[in-house]
């Protein structure tokens, strides 16, 4: 999520809003990451990152017992450079 957010970074997560639409907090198998969330109209979700070196993910309506959306990212502080 380079130039939204970096490295170092402290992240504040709203665990109550986890309809996705906008940058989540999500595990999928056992790794986290903070995505852009997108729900499409098959069912399916839409991983995305601000930054460009990281393609887009679709994961199918049947895989997404393998995501767990932890909650919405609210707010964020880094470090001025």
């Not at 809003?17 to 997108?38: A, H, S, Y």
């Not at 909650?71 to 502080?77: I, N, V």
Request: proline share 4%; with cysteine.
């Amino acid at each position: 999520m380079e130039n939204t957010l970096k490295n170092g970074d402290t992240v504040l997560i709203n665990r109550a809003i986890t309809n996705p639409d906008g940058v989540f907090l999500i595990r999928v198998g056992d790794e986290l990451r903070i995505k852009r969330l997108q729900r499409l109209s098959d069912g399916s979700l839409r991983l995305s990152s601000d930054n460009s070196y990281y393609a887009p993910e679709i994961i199918a309506p049947e895989a997404l017992q393998n995501v767990h959306i932890i909650g919405h990212c609210h707010w964020h502080s880094g470090r001025v450079s």
